[in-house]
Nanobody, 124 residues
């Protein structure tokens, strides 16, 4: 098990940029693939991006491709989500997730470790 703590969510205007960060409390950080998911009110949790153990393989949902970038700093036990050109439809609680293994997944059921979430609100 690994504890995850997200930060960085806040209210921003359309077109703004925001960087989310997630800190992991573990001594085996490189044993985990990491991901970001989000959940808007009344909707199911949806995949945003994932990254493999070394950080050289990433995958994105079509809705954020070209605007969001996931990265990780293995020496610091952190994963980040850089969000640019934000839109009102990006408004959601964003969750960091970790799964044991080298490769990420877009299936939330494959992740056993979740953070508490951080709220991102994009005003129009």
């Amino acid at each position: 098990q690994v504890q995850l703590v997200e930060s960085g969510g806040r209210l921003v205007q359309t077109g703004a940029s925001l960087r989310l960060s997630c800190a992991a409390d573990t001594r085996t950080f490189t044993s985990y693939a990491l991901a970001w998911f989000r959940q808007a009110p009344g909707k199911e949790r949806e995949f945003v991006a994932h990254i493999n153990w070394s950080g050289d393989r990433t995958s994105y949902a079509d809705s954020v491709k070209g605007r969001f970038t996931i990265s990780r700093a293995n020496r610091e036990n952190t994963v980040a989500l850089q969000m640019n050109s934000l839109k009102p439809e990006d408004t959601a609680v964003y969750y960091c997730a970790a799964r044991w293994g080298t490769v990420g997944s877009n299936d939330p059921d494959r992740y056993s470790n979740w953070g508490q979430g951080t709220q991102v609100t994009v005003s129009s």
